[in-house]
């Protein structure tokens, strides 16, 4: 699940329900959150990756994403994962 906070909406989205919803104040005497459905297409990414990189590999086509970049994606994922482990927030400098 991943939560974005603005100054006035939380996004939510659901990645194994694949369901997102924006939640917003209400302006009131109590303070409400109403929650709102964003309507999305639902579909296996999984799948979609899986056959993405066999047509890569019997076309000889350049996939979307390059080892190289699935490599820095996930040096980045890990160094945020470090990050969060050590207690830190914020920015995080990439070399």
């Known amino acids: 699940m991943l939560r974005v906070f603005d100054d006035d909406a939380i996004y939510t989205s659901d990645y194994q329900t694949q369901k997102a919803t924006v939640s917003r104040k ?7 959150l109403i929650a709102q459905d964003i ?15 066999v047509q ?3 076309t000889g086509v ?8 699935g490599r820095r994606a996930l040096a980045l994922a890990s160094i945020i994962t470090e990050n969060i482990e ?4 914020g920015f995080v400098p990439v070399s």
């Open 26 to 32: 209400k302006p009131a005497p109590v303070p409400q």
């Open 39 to 53: 309507s999305s297409e639902r579909r296996d990414t999984l799948e979609d990756e899986i056959r993405a990189f």
């Open 56 to 58: 890569s590999v019997q």
């Open 62 to 69: 350049r996939p979307l994403v390059s080892g190289i970049e």
């Open 86 to 89: 050590k207690g830190m927030n």
